[in-house]
């Protein structure tokens, strides 16, 4: 299973073959330092540990500068740890240097991001709510989410809103899977990937890129 970190370059559009437009996002993704290793005999569960962009050492505490010394490397800003399964056959060791051409076999790529922030918002906003009538008689509460305490009250646990009731509040700045975007092109002399459609985050925003487990032609429609 071929994974890597990069950060979200922006968005273009490139043509195929047929002469369509395609959205695509461009990906720096990696050069990755392998910083750690993790096995069943050590840790219990089989992972490695990937670190992504160099930063000063000044702006990494000691014992961040010494974890990367251990793998011959400078302090990354952006590490992660990628599991493995139990049966994988791939070999790694720390130190090593992964980039963009594990993914030379792979057509599809599921992407891990942070979505954009949207501050404090309200339920129209935030949950497409419709909203209080717009006709005469309503005050100005014509984007209050109207009563709460038909629904919301959890009884018998007490007098609270129970957790999950949709009401206002901060919006955006969430962790997002985007599944099955399909592999345009690798730009190997770059380290850049190129996927069809939109990806979570702003530009400039770090990413977890994997191959896919599923493919999406085997989705139920």
Same mark, same amino acid.
């Given at each position: 299973?071929?994974?890597?970190?990069?950060?979200?370059?922006?968005?273009?559009?490139?043509?195929?073959?047929?002469?369509?437009?395609?959205? #695509?996002?461009?990906?720096?993704?990696?050069?990755?330092?392998?910083?750690?290793?993790?096995?069943?005999?050590?840790?219990?569960?089989?992972?490695?540990?990937?670190?992504?962009?160099?930063v000063? $050492?000044?702006?990494?505490?000691?014992?961040?500068?010494?974890?990367?010394?251990?793998?011959g490397?400078? $302090?990354?800003?952006?590490?992660?740890?990628? %599991?493995?399964?139990?049966?994988?056959?791939?070999?790694?060791?720390?130190?090593?240097?992964?980039? #963009?051409?594990?993914?030379?076999?792979?057509?599809?790529?599921?992407?891990?991001?942070?979505?954009? +922030?949207?501050?404090?918002?309200?339920?129209?906003?935030?949950?497409?709510?419709? +909203?209080? $009538?717009?006709?005469?008689?309503?005050?100005r509460?014509?984007?209050?989410? +109207?009563?709460?305490?038909?629904?919301?009250t959890? %009884?018998?646990?007490?007098?609270?809103?129970?957790?999950?009731? %949709?009401?206002?509040?901060?919006?955006?700045? #969430?962790?997002?899977?985007?599944?099955?975007?399909?592999?345009?092109?690798?730009?190997?002399?770059?380290?850049?990937?190129?996927?069809?459609?939109?990806?979570?985050?702003?530009?400039?925003?770090?990413?977890?890129?994997?191959?896919?487990?599923?493919?999406?032609?085997?989705?139920?429609?």
């Amino acid at each position: 299973m071929a994974m890597l970190l990069g950060k979200k370059v922006g968005i273009t559009q490139v043509y195929d073959e047929s002469g369509s437009m395609v959205p #695509v996002t461009v990906i720096q993704a990696g050069p990755c330092v392998v910083m750690q290793v993790k096995t069943p005999e050590t840790d219990g569960y089989n992972a490695i540990q990937l670190g992504f962009e160099d930063v000063k $050492p000044s702006r990494r505490l000691n014992p961040a500068i010494g974890h990367a010394k251990k793998a011959g490397a400078v $302090p990354k800003r952006f590490v992660r740890e990628m %599991r493995l399964s139990a049966d994988s056959k791939e070999e790694f060791k720390t130190g090593d240097s992964l980039s #963009v051409s594990v993914f030379a076999e792979e057509k599809l790529v599921d992407i891990t991001g942070t979505s954009k +922030g949207k501050g404090f918002a309200g339920v129209m906003k935030r949950y497409h709510f419709g +909203g209080m $009538p717009a006709s005469h008689g309503t005050e100005r509460k014509h984007r209050s989410p +109207g009563s709460q305490a038909g629904y919301g009250t959890d %009884r018998g646990h007490g007098g609270n809103i129970k957790k999950g009731k %949709r009401m206002s509040g901060h919006m955006g700045f #969430v962790r997002i899977t985007s599944k099955n975007h399909q592999l345009v092109n690798i730009d190997k002399d770059n380290n850049l990937l190129i996927v069809k459609g939109s990806i979570p985050g702003p530009a400039d925003g770090y990413c977890i890129i994997r191959s896919s487990k599923k493919d999406a032609s085997t989705e139920k429609k």
